[in-house]
């Protein structure tokens, strides 16, 4: 759960926090992630958003540091740099309008190109989001496979 508070011995003690890397090169990180036959998983968030920290803490997360899934985070209002698929420096904003991602957590999963290989998992109910984000990734790896 985020942001659970519990008492023990040593005081309060928070529910851990993930973070995933936030896109720097959508042709670097995708040319790892295709390396290791896996799509890129790019999740599109906002500055305190609960259901991003959800998706975050609970699901991609884990998954990035304990199955070295290739995640990367893209900040929906955020002016990072980055560069896109095609090779040019954009900012994570410009990025986000080019997808036309208007809702936040959206994941999408890159294949060759930056062309998306599975449909787009859009809000965070997580009443069966680990179900739904299984299937797009399972959709996303055979897409890959051919």
Known sequence: M?????????GPARA????????KSLP???????KAGQPLVVMVSLHRC????EVRNNYLGPMHAEQALP??????????????AQGRATGHDALVKA?????????????PGGREVADRLVGGSTD??????????????????G
């Open 50 to 53: 609960p259901w991003c920290e």
């Open 71 to 84: 995640v990367v985070q893209v900040d929906m209002r955020g002016t990072q740099r980055t560069v896109d």
């Open 128 to 145: 069966f989001y680990a179900a739904y984000l299984d299937r797009r990734l399972e959709q996303a790896r055979k897409a890959l496979a």
């Open 99 to 111: 997808w036309a991602v208007k809702v936040a957590p959206t994941v999408l999963f890159l294949g």
């Open 16 to 23: 851990a926090t993930r973070t995933l890397p936030l896109s």
């Open 28 to 34: 670097d990180e995708l040319n790892r992630a295709l």
């Open 2 to 10: 985020v942001g659970v508070w519990a008492a023990g011995a040593d």
